[in-house]
C-alpha cells in the first residue's frame, strides 16, 4: 500500500515509490534502447553494403568505348551526403575498374585521388561546398586528359574528349544527387516528384551498364533486368512512366554498348503496351512484353536472334510474377498519379486532418470547461445569505456609531433581540422610502438609542453604499454571464468546425456508374463522375464533360440530375481543363427551395440625412437569409451609431455561427456594460430558412411584423425590452411556417406609430396590407411609407423603415427531362 507521504511500504519495509517508478521504467525501456541501437547497427551495415555494391557496379560502368562518367559523381554524392562512407565508396570503384582491366583500374585511382585533392582545396575556399560540380567537372577532365596524353600526343581531340567526359559527370553528379539518397535511405513515407523518379531510373540504367557482359547460360543479364524494370514501372505507373523508362533504360544500355541499340525500341514500346495493358493486371503486361519483344526481334535486322530475345523476356517476366504485391504497391505509393500514392497522400491528410481536427475539439472542450467555470453559481439558501448581508450591513454601521456609546453593553449585551430588530426595521424603511418617515418606529427608536439621529444617517450612507457596491456585483455577475455565453457559442461553432473538417468522401460508386448510364443514354459520355455529398439539400457532384460550349451542363445534364435525384440541381462552377481543351469540369450542388426578392423603405425624421434607424439583409450560409431592423434610441447621429453598431454586432456574430438567441444576448450585455448612460435600440431579427420555409421571429422591444398570404394578414409580435436596458433579457423565439407567395413585412416604431388619430394601430395596418392590390416587395415598401407620410399630412415625426420580403419557390431556367428512376439510397 502507499501513505500519504509517497512511500512504497512492502512486507512491513519502506520502499520510495519514486524509486520503484524509475527502476521499473528502467526495467521496460532498457529493451527499447537497445532495439534502437540494434536497427542503427543494422541500417549502417546495410548502407555500408548497399554503397558498396553500388559502387563497384559504378566502377564497371564504361560508355561509350572508355568513357567513365560515374565513378567521381558518386564519390562526390557519397562524399556530401555521408562523408564516413567516402573511402569504403572509393575502394568499391575502384574494384569494380579492376574487374574491367588494370588500365581502367589506374584511371579511376588517378580520378579519385585529382578529386580528393581538389576539394580538399575548394573546402578552404568554399565552406558550403556550393562549387562540388565544378570540382566533379575538373576532376574527370584533368584526368582524362592526362590518361589521353601520356604517349606524348597532345591534340585538340584529347581536350574535346575531356571536356565532354567532365560536363557528362557534371550532369550525372546532378542526378545522383537526386537519386542516391533516395536509393540508400529508408523513409516512411515519401512521396517522389516525376524528376525525382527520372533520376532514380537513370541510377538504375547507370547500374546495369556494370553489368555489360554478364551471362547467365546465354541470357544477358542487363538484358534481363531492364526488361524486369520496365515491367515493373509500367505496371505502377502506366503508360506514360512505362515508355518513360524504356527509353531511359534502352539510351543508357545503348551508350555502353551500340550493339544494345534495338533495346531502346523494345524497352520503350514494351513499356508502352504493358502501361496501356495495366488494367489487365500483371498478366496483360507481361503479355505486352512479349508482344514488343517478338515484333522487335523479328524486325531488328538479326541483331539479336528471336529465341534467346523470347528467353530474355520470359526470364525478367518469371522475376516481375515473383515480384511480391506488397514491393509494387510500395512503389507505386512513391511515383505521382497512381492510385497508391493517392491513397498515400490520403492517409497523410487524414492523419493531419485528424489532428487538426482534435485539436479544434479540444479546443471546444476547453472553452465549454471555461463557460462553465464562469457560470458557476453557489445555490445557498436565498434567506441565509440575506440574513448574513444584513448582519455584515449592521455590523458596518454599528462599528462607526455604537463602538463608542456608553450604552453599548446595555443595548447589544443585555437587549440584542430589541436593538438589532430596531435596527433592521430602519434598514429596510430607508432601503424602500429613503428615510424613515414611521413615527411609531422614530419614536421608539428615540427611547431606545441616545445617538439616534445619526444612527439612521450612518445606515442611509451605508445603504448608498451598498447600492454601488450591487451594481458593481451585477456588472461582474453580468460580465461573467456574457464570457460564459459567449464561450458556449465558440465552443459549439468550433465542436461543428471539428464535425466539418473530419467530413470525408462517400463512396457512391454505384451512383456514379449510373450516372454515367443516365447521361449516356441522351448522349453525353461523361469522362468522369465525382459524387461528394447525396445529402437533401447539400449535393455535391463534379464532373468532366467533353464540352460546355452550348452551356449543356445547365441545359441537359442539372435537369438529367434534378429528375434523378428528385430535387433541383445547378450548376455552382464551370470552368475548362485547360485552355487548349474543350472539356470543362463542372461542379453541380443543390438550390434552394425557396428564393427572397426584397423591397425597402427608409427615411429620417423630418428629412434629414442620418436616420437612427439601421437595417440588413445578409445571407448566412447553409441556406439561411436574415433580415433585421435596429431603432437607437431618439434620432440623429447617435441613435444611428447606436442601431448601426447593434446590426454590425449582429451580422459578425451570426455569421460566425453561434446561435441567434446568444448572439442578441451578447449585444445585450456588450451594450448595457459599456457606457453608464441610458442608451438602448430595438432590434427586429427575422431568420428564413429557404430549403422548407420556416421562419424564427426574434423581437427585443420592437413593433410586430406582418405576413400577408393572399387576403389573410399575420400578425408576429413579442413584448421583450430594447436591447441594452437592462442587464439580462429574455429572447421570445417566435417561428412561422412561410409559403411560397407570402409576404414578409418588418417596420421600425417609426412606422407603426405614425398614425395618431387611429386606436387600433394593428389593425388598421392589417386592413390596409390586405387591400394592397401589388405583391412586388419594392411597390409595398414604398406604398407603405408613402401612405404613412400621407397619413401625417406630408410631415415625417419619426425615423421610418420597412423590409419587405416575397418569398417564392425557385424555379431553374430549364425545364426537368424525364428519365428512368434509380434507386440512391
Not at 559502387?55 to 558518386?74: D, E, M, N, W, Y
Not at 582491366?101 to 579511376?108: C, E, I, L, N
Not at 445603504?463 to 451594481?471: A, C, I, T, Y
Not at 429528375?563 to 485547360?578: D, H, T
Amino acid at each position: 500500500m502507499i501513505d500519504r507521504s509517497g512511500v512504497t511500504k512492502m512486507n512491513g519495509q519502506a520502499v520510495s515509490s519514486v524509486g520503484v517508478v524509475n527502476t521499473w521504467g528502467w526495467f521496460r525501456g532498457k529493451p527499447k534502447v537497445e532495439n534502437v541501437q540494434v536497427k542503427k547497427k543494422l541500417g549502417a551495415w546495410q548502407s555500408l553494403l548497399m554503397v558498396l555494391a553500388i559502387g563497384f557496379l559504378l566502377g564497371r560502368a564504361v560508355i561509350l568505348l572508355q568513357l567513365l562518367p560515374f565513378t567521381i559523381p558518386f564519390l562526390a554524392v557519397i562524399f556530401k551526403w555521408k562523408r564516413s562512407l567516402t573511402l569504403p565508396a572509393a575502394f568499391a570503384l575502384i574494384a569494380g575498374s579492376t574487374s574491367l582491366s588494370f588500365t581502367y583500374a589506374g584511371h579511376t585511382t588517378i580520378a579519385i585521388l585529382v578529386y580528393l585533392l581538389l576539394q580538399s582545396v575548394m573546402q578552404k575556399l568554399d565552406k558550403k561546398e556550393m562549387f562540388l560540380p565544378v570540382t566533379v567537372f575538373l576532376a574527370v577532365a584533368i584526368t582524362r586528359f592526362i590518361s589521353l596524353s601520356l604517349p606524348g600526343e597532345y591534340s585538340l581531340y584529347h581536350l574535346l574528349t575531356a571536356t565532354v567526359e567532365g560536363a557528362l559527370a557534371t550532369v550525372i553528379t546532378l542526378i545522383f544527387f537526386q537519386s542516391v539518397p533516395l536509393f540508400l535511405e529508408r523513409r516512411k513515407h515519401m512521396s517522389l516528384k516525376h524528376e525525382e523518379v527520372v533520376c532514380l531510373v537513370i541510377l538504375l540504367g547507370s547500374l546495369l551498364t556494370g553489368t555489360v557482359g554478364w551471362l547467365i547460360y546465354q541470357l544477358s543479364i542487363e538484358h534481363v533486368i531492364a526488361r524486369y524494370i520496365v515491367l515493373v514501372f509500367a505496371f505502377v505507373g502506366g503508360a506514360t512512366v512505362g515508355a518513360t523508362v524504356g527509353v531511359i533504360m534502352g539510351l543508357i544500355l545503348s551508350l555502353a554498348t551500340v550493339a544494345n541499340l534495338f533495346s531502346m525500341s523494345l524497352l520503350a514500346f514494351a513499356g508502352l503496351l504493358g502501361g496501356l495493358l495495366k488494367e489487365g493486371k500483371k498478366v496483360s503486361v507481361a503479355a505486352g512484353l512479349l508482344v514488343a519483344s517478338l515484333l522487335m526481334a523479328m524486325y531488328a535486322d538479326n541483331q539479336s536472334s528471336l529465341p534467346l530475345t523470347i528467353y530474355e523476356s520470359v526470364a525478367a517476366i518469371a522475376l516481375f510474377f515473383l515480384t511480391p504485391k506488397r514491393w509494387t504497391e510500395r512503389l507505386a505509393s512513391y511515383i505521382p498519379g497512381t492510385a497508391e500514392h493517392a491513397q498515400e497522400q490520403q492517409k497523410y491528410l487524414r492523419k493531419i486532418r485528424d489532428m487538426t481536427a482534435g485539436k479544434v475539439e479540444q479546443f471546444s472542450e476547453l472553452f465549454l470547461s471555461l463557460s462553465h467555470s464562469f457560470s458557476f453559481h453557489d445555490k445557498k439558501d436565498e434567506d441565509t445569505e440575506k440574513e448574513r448581508e444584513v448582519d455584515l450591513f449592521l455590523s458596518g454601521v454599528t462599528e462607526n456609531t455604537c463602538q463608542m456609546c456608553v450604552r453599548k453593553t446595555q443595548c447589544w449585551s443585555r437587549d440584542f433581540e430589541n436593538t438589532y430588530g430596531y435596527m433592521e426595521q430602519i434598514m429596510k424603511e430607508c432601503e424602500s422610502r429613503g428615510e424613515v418617515k414611521n413615527r411609531s418606529l422614530l419614536s421608539g427608536w428615540k427611547k431606545h438609542c441616545l445617538t439616534d439621529e445619526r444612527v439612521i444617517h450612518m445606515i442611509q450612507e451605508k445603504l448608498k453604499e451598498r447600492e454601488v457596491e450591487r451594481r458593481i456585483r451585477a456588472q461582474l455577475v453580468e460580465s461573467r454571464r456574457l464570457v460564459a455565453d459567449q464561450l458556449i457559442g465558440v465552443s459549439q461553432v468550433m465542436g461543428d468546425f471539428a464535425r466539418d473538417i473530419q467530413r470525408e468522401k462517400k463512396v457512391h460508386e454505384l451512383q456514379e456508374e449510373e450516372m454515367k448510364e443516365a447521361l449516356n443514354d441522351v448522349g453525353i459520355n461523361v469522362d468522369l463522375v465525382d459524387i461528394y455529398g447525396l445529402d437533401p439539400g447539400n449535393v455535391d457532384v463534379e464532373m468532366i464533360l467533353p464540352s460546355n460550349r452550348y452551356n449543356e451542363a445547365e441545359k441537359v445534364v442539372a435537369p438529367l440530375l434534378s429528375n434523378i435525384l428528385n430535387e433541383a440541381i445547378v450548376v455552382k462552377q464551370s470552368e475548362p481543363i485547360s485552355p487548349s481543351s474543350t472539356e470543362a469540369k463542372v461542379l453541380f450542388g443543390s438550390t434552394k427551395a425557396f428564393f427572397i426578392d426584397q423591397g425597402v423603405a427608409h427615411t429620417a425624421k423630418g428629412g434629414k440625412w442620418v436616420s437612427g434607424d439601421s437595417f440588413s439583409t445578409m445571407e448566412l450560409g447553409e441556406g439561411k437569409y436574415a433580415m433585421a431592423i435596429s431603432d437607437g434610441m431618439g434620432n440623429g447621429r447617435r441613435a444611428h451609431i447606436e442601431s448601426q453598431e447593434t446590426i454590425d454586432l449582429l451580422k459578425r456574430i451570426l455569421k460566425s455561427g453561434i446561435d441567434e438567441t446568444v448572439a442578441i444576448k451578447s449585444i445585450n450585455s456588450v451594450l448595457s456594460l459599456r457606457s453608464s448612460e441610458e442608451v438602448f435600440s430595438t432590434l427586429d431579427l427575422a431568420i428564413i430558412d429557404l430549403q422548407d420555409g420556416m421562419a424564427k421571429f426574434l423581437k427585443v422591444g420592437s413593433t410586430p411584423s406582418f405576413i400577408k398570404r393572399g387576403t389573410q394578414v399575420i400578425s408576429v409580435e413579442a413584448g421583450n425590452l430594447p436591447i441594452g436596458m437592462i442587464q439580462e433579457v429574455d429572447v421570445d423565439v417566435v417561428s412561422e411556417q412561410l409559403k411560397a407567395g407570402d409576404l414578409l413585412i418588418l417596420m421600425s416604431d417609426g412606422i407603426y406609430e405614425a398614425p395618431q388619430h387611429v386606436e387600433n394601430t394593428d389593425i388598421w395596418l392589417k386592413r390596409m396590407i390586405r387591400e394592397m392590390k401589388t405583391s412586388d416587395p419594392q411597390q409595398v415598401a414604398d406604398l407603405l411609407m408613402e401612405k404613412m407620410i400621407r397619413e401625417c399630412n406630408g410631415e415625417i415625426h419619426d425615423d421610418m423603415t420597412v423590409l419587405v420580403a416575397k418569398i417564392d419557390h425557385f424555379v431553374p431556367k430549364w425545364a426537368t427531362i424525364a428519365s428512368t428512376s434509380r434507386n440512391w439510397a
